[in-house]
């Protein structure tokens, strides 16, 4: 679902024939007069809904990289625990075979 939005967006906001259609020429109208502030409005509509379309497309993207680094780092640290696990592991072993050496040792002394 997430990818379809994601898609129509990219498509609404590279679109060029739109965003060009939709701007509008302000200079044939004198600057004092309400056509122009009502067409330097419009004008200024569009670009705002541009602008916002890419602030979304821009925090999703950053919502997935922040995503997939969590997952990441999840992933990391569980096979650093896994890996301290093991190594925890074989040198109690290794103490374990060099103590029942120890005391095999002692009880052959006599």
């Known amino acids: ?5 994601f898609t129509i967006l990219i498509m ?11 701007k509008i ?6 600057k004092v007069s309400a056509k122009y502030l009502e067409c330097s409005g419009k004008n200024l509509k569009e670009k705002s809904g541009v602008l916002k379309l890419k602030v979304t497309l821009g925090a999703e993207e950053l919502k997935t990289k922040i995503a997939a680094n969590t997952k990441d780092r999840k992933k ?12 925890k592991k074989k040198r109690n072993e290794k103490n374990n075979i060099y103590n029942i050496d120890h005391v095999n040792l002692k009880s052959h002394e006599y």
Do not use: G, H, V, Y
Request: overall charge positive.
């Open 1 to 5: 679902m997430k990818k379809i939005i």
């Open 12 to 22: 609404l906001i590279l679109n060029p024939t739109n965003t060009k259609a939709k």
């Open 25 to 30: 020429d302000c200079a044939k109208f004198d």
């Open 76 to 87: 990391k640290k569980k096979k650093k625990k896994k890996n301290i696990k093991k190594k």
